[in-house]
């Protein structure tokens, strides 16, 4: 149990288009989600948390207008990198929770995202 | 705020034990976890500690010492599939998602 799945899995774009990812969690209902960024060779950092139904809270450093996260239902959210530049190629992960701390994450397998 | 420190790189061969050391400095204590993270792969969850002490489970322990803010992730009879990186993360201050440390990679040879 507890599957998280990311679509899609690798993208390659121009730069300047939109770039969707989704996140679903397969056999729970998700009312948290977090989605994470890591460039190689770097730790996984904390882009924003998105509960159902409600606005996203945005770390700081992250434009919320570049990076739009919409959390419409309880099994999916999603990710859409906006006005995309090489600088955002990146490894994009989002997790899903069932509550609202960290102590139930579960891990989707990452979007690799490349901006030419 | 929260910070995590880990060594960068580690490096062991097979069938030998290894110790991934993290120290950590926080706002309030909510349990420390570790993952591992294969290649661009998203990270497993190993374990989570809460509680002073050491936690085994198969061949990978965990062991906590809120007193020296330190935890380190002991790995036995280590196989060429455990080269990884190890994350060790905690809660942020409001115990609402995990920061992450930057990682240690183990590198397994035969």
């Known amino acids: 149990g507890a599957v998280v799945s990311q679509h899609p899995s690798w993208v390659i774009c121009k730069s300047g288009t939109s770039v969707k990812i989704e996140c679903r969690s397969l056999d729970f209902q998700a009312t948290t989600m977090f989605w994470y960024r890591q460039f190689p060779k770097q730790s996984l950092m904390l882009m924003a948390t998105s509960n159902e139904g409600s606005k996203a809270t945005y770390e700081q450093g992250v434009e919320k207008d570049k990076f739009l996260i919409n959390h419409a239902s309880l099994t999916l959210s999603t990710l859409t990198v906006t006005s995309a530049h090489p600088e955002d190629s990146s490894f994009y992960i989002c997790?899903?929770?069932?509550?609202?701390?960290?102590?139930?994450?579960?891990f989707g397998p990452g979007t690799r995202l490349t901006v030419t | 705020g929260q910070n995590i420190d880990q060594p960068t790189e580690m490096t062991a061969t097979e069938g030998a034990i290894v110790q991934i050391n993290c120290t950590y400095q926080?706002?309030?204590?909510?349990?420390l976890f570790w993952y591992q993270q294969h290649a661009g792969e998203a990270p497993t969850f190993l374990s989570y500690?809460?509680?002073?002490g050491l936690e085994e489970k198969g061949r990978f322990s965990s062991f906590l010492s809120r007193s020296k803010g330190y935890s380190y992730l002991l790995l036995k009879e280590l196989q060429m599939k455990d080269s990884a990186s190890y994350l060790c993360?905690?809660?942020?201050?409001?115990?609402?998602?995990?920061?992450f440390g930057k990682g240690t990679t183990l590198s397994v040879s035969s």
């Open positions: 993360a905690v809660p942020n201050q409001a115990g609402t998602a995990l920061i």
């Open positions: 500690n809460v509680l002073d």
């Open positions: 926080t706002s309030g204590f909510n349990g």
């Open positions: 997790s899903a929770g069932t509550s609202g701390t960290t102590y139930e994450q579960y």
